[in-house]
């Protein structure tokens, strides 16, 4: 049966946004723009006593990502700009299978948005089979990147703040000086992923929008009828 102008509207729609969110995420994974910070320089065990302008002069810069990033030392002789990479640089300081599995479910939801993207508009224009390419894939795709972008914020946000990445970073290859980290946020990549769950969990909402139950409502729902019939004979 050929879709009606409504469902290829709104497929349509679902389609565009499932390929923003695949290169959103795409643009995500390159950029080092995940968490921006500030680390405080210390000597031994005794952080710096000072305030104001003062204390400027011992605050460096940190901004990173899941592949590269930078960080700016100062430790009252001014600034050092230091640029590195997480592969293969610092991955004996950083938690190298939890920042893998943040990077394999980014990669997973750009791989699941690309797929979705393609089934969206293969069922706003063909004739879908009753299958994974038909509204049942369409639920499946969605819920996949919609899970794996939370996955992705909740992996990264628990390498940041249990594991302390920032001063892992930080202190990487330092001998003379200790880094503390002085104030951390998330920057726009991180934010990005958010939009991207976001997304995904705005397509679950069209595709039910279009008339489509959520699988296997309808199975459970004959099962049940199955079920009454039966008793009745």
Known sequence: ???????????????????????????????????????????????????????????????????QGQRVKQCGLGGRVFRFSVF????????AAL???????????????????GFFFFNAFGRPYETLQGPMGLYLWSFICCTCSLLVMI????????HRL?????????VTYTFQTHSERYDSCFWLL????????????LIRLTGIQFPFRENKESELNGGAVDLMY
């Not at 293969?88 to 938690?95: I, M, N, S």
């Not at 958010?194 to 909402?205: C, Q």
């Open 166 to 174: 920032s001063e892992r970073i930080a202190n990487f290859n330092e």
């Open 88 to 95: 293969p640089d610092l991955l004996g300081a950083v938690p």
């Open 194 to 205: 958010f939009l991207v769950f976001l997304l995904h969990g705005l397509n679950i909402l």
């Open 155 to 162: 992996l990264f946000a628990s390498e940041v703040k249990l």
């Open 99 to 117: 920042h893998v599995s943040v990077i394999v479910f980014c990669v997973t939801v750009i791989l699941f948005s690309s797929v979705a993207t």
């Open 1 to 67: 049966m050929t879709p009606s102008l409504q469902k290829r509207l709104i497929f349509s729609a679902s389609g565009l946004l499932g390929f923003c969110c695949a290169l959103a995420t795409a643009v995500a994974c390159g950029l080092p723009l995940w968490v921006n910070g500030t680390a405080l320089c210390r000597t031994g065990a005794e952080l710096v006593n000072a305030s104001g302008a003062e204390l400027d002069k011992f605050v460096g810069e940190l901004s990173y990502g899941l592949f």
